[in-house]
């Protein structure tokens, strides 16, 4: 019997993008150190299950899909000065 394998081309993207993040050496253990800390569960079990992720083994909710990017993208920058608060005004 033939699998058909659904299509999900924009998980797929998504995975190529994030495991490209998470290829250097201790990333995973990292950010499955995060999670265990934020939503609960033991970093082992975290580790693992980012792996099955990664190989497209399971499908994570869009809940923590969106929160593994924000972990990976990294805090926010403040927004620069905008350059009027620096001018004088000469009126």
Not at 23 to 32: F, H, K
Not at 41 to 53: E, P, Y
Request: proline share 8%.
């Amino acid at each position: 019997m033939i699998s058909v394998k659904p299509e999900r081309p924009y998980f797929d993207a998504w995975r190529r993008r994030t495991g490209r993040r998470l290829a250097a050496s201790g990333r995973i253990s990292q950010l499955a150190t995060v999670l265990a800390h934020e939503i609960g569960g033991s970093t082992g079990d975290w580790r693992n299950q980012l792996r099955r992720i990664m190989q497209g083994e399971e499908i994570p909710s869009l809940d923590l899909l969106t929160r593994i990017d924000s972990l990976l993208i990294g805090p926010p920058t403040a927004p620069a000065q905008p350059l009027v608060a620096h001018q004088t005004s000469f009126f």
